[in-house]
């Protein structure tokens, strides 16, 4: 029932800015948290960015200072700008949100991935 779909990855020069966009849905469902995740080939997933309900915001290190994220609750949206993008950047990028449909306990749903290419 929950639906979450990445979007905004493509292919960018670096130095370049990328939007990325989460759109979380489902009958029911309350979001909580949010994180982008990623996962270059033959690395293991790691944490981007991630934003509670209430807009407190966390960075992996990597990104700190480039990427930002932000949330619209009414829209059930989330967006990772990505600025000065650098090669180290490509991977599949992923959107999980957490929360719950109507009084379940919370859960994590995953998307299907976007992929980012940050050229030379």
């Known amino acids: 029932q929950v639906q979450v779909v990445e979007s905004g990855g493509g292919l960018v020069q670096a130095g370049g800015s990328l939007r990325l966009s989460c759109a979380a849905s489902?009958?029911?469902?309350?979001?909580?948290?949010v994180g982008w995740y990623r996962q270059a080939p033959g690395k293991q997933r790691e944490l981007v960015a991630v934003?509670?309900?209430?807009?407190?915001?966390n960075y992996g290190d990597s990104v700190k200072g480039r990427f930002t994220i932000s949330r619209d609750n009414a829209k059930n949206m989330v967006y990772l700008q990505m600025n000065s993008l650098k090669p180290e950047d490509t991977a599949v990028y992923y959107c999980n949100a957490r929360g719950r449909v109507w009084i379940s306990k919370q859960s994590d749903y995953w998307g299907q991935g976007t992929q980012v290419t940050v050229s030379s």
């Open positions: 489902g009958s029911g469902f309350s979001i909580s948290t």
């Open positions: 934003i509670t309900s209430g807009g407190s915001t």
